[in-house]
Structures are given as structure tokens and as C-alpha cells.
């Protein structure tokens, strides 16, 4: 018989998404409820529609919040912001709090 053990990470993982789109609705003001933000689908244009201010603002909560710099010059911006997904792994892997 095999021990089958559910992942601790997609568990953690998921909690980690919720947690940062309800981060998301409550710093831009979002008037939607955490379950309509697809985790893949873009932050910009036709997803959540965010701006670039908008981005800042989240930016500076997430910072706060999770301990972690994110670098307005970093190359790696694009990536980080392009889901509610690649936004949580990233603060996954970088978070000090």
C-alpha cells in the first residue's frame, strides 16, 4: 500500500494566493469577491485591468506586508505582476515575514 501524502506546498500555495487577492481588493478598492481573480489570468489590460499606479500601490503593500523589496527597476517586474499566480510565488520565495 502506498503512502499518499497531500502536498503541504499547494495547500500553502493556495492560502498564499487568497491571502494576496484579498491584499489586492483591499488596496486598489476592487469591487469583486477573491474567487472571481483567476490565479493565471493577466494583473494588466483585459484581467484585473490594473495600471501602472495601481501596480505601484500593491507594490508598496506587498512590501510592507510580506517584508521584501520589490525594486521598481527590476527586470523581473513583468513576470512578478503578470498573475495573482507568478505575484505569490514570487512573494513565496522572497518573503521574510
Same mark, same amino acid.
Given at each position: 500500500?502506498? &503512502?499518499?501524502?497531500?502536498?503541504?506546498?499547494?495547500?500553502?500555495?493556495?492560502?498564499?494566493?487568497?491571502?494576496?487577492?484579498?491584499?489586492? +481588493?483591499?488596496?486598489?478598492?476592487?469591487? +469583486?469577491?477573491? %474567487?472571481?481573480?483567476?490565479?493565471?489570468?493577466?494583473?494588466? /489590460?483585459? /484581467?484585473? /485591468?490594473? %495600471?501602472?499606479?495601481?501596480?505601484?500601490?500593491?507594490?508598496?503593500?506587498?512590501?510592507?506586508?510580506?517584508?521584501?523589496?520589490?525594486? *521598481? %527597476?527590476?527586470?523581473? &517586474?513583468?513576470?512578478?505582476?503578470?498573475?495573482?499566480?507568478?505575484?505569490? %510565488?514570487?512573494? *513565496?520565495?522572497?518573503?521574510?515575514?
Amino acid at each position: 500500500m502506498q &503512502n499518499i501524502q497531500k502536498p503541504v506546498v499547494s495547500s500553502s500555495s493556495a492560502e498564499l494566493q487568497r491571502e494576496v487577492a484579498e491584499l489586492l +481588493i483591499e488596496c486598489l478598492n476592487l469591487e +469583486i469577491a477573491v %474567487d472571481q481573480i483567476d490565479p493565471d489570468a493577466p494583473l494588466y /489590460g483585459e /484581467g484585473l /485591468g490594473l %495600471d501602472s499606479i495601481d501596480v505601484l500601490e500593491v507594490a508598496l503593500v506587498v512590501s510592507k506586508r510580506y517584508g521584501m523589496q520589490l525594486r *521598481a %527597476d527590476s527586470a523581473d &517586474n513583468q513576470h512578478t505582476f503578470s498573475s495573482l499566480r507568478s505575484l505569490s %510565488d514570487h512573494i *513565496a520565495a522572497q518573503r521574510t515575514r
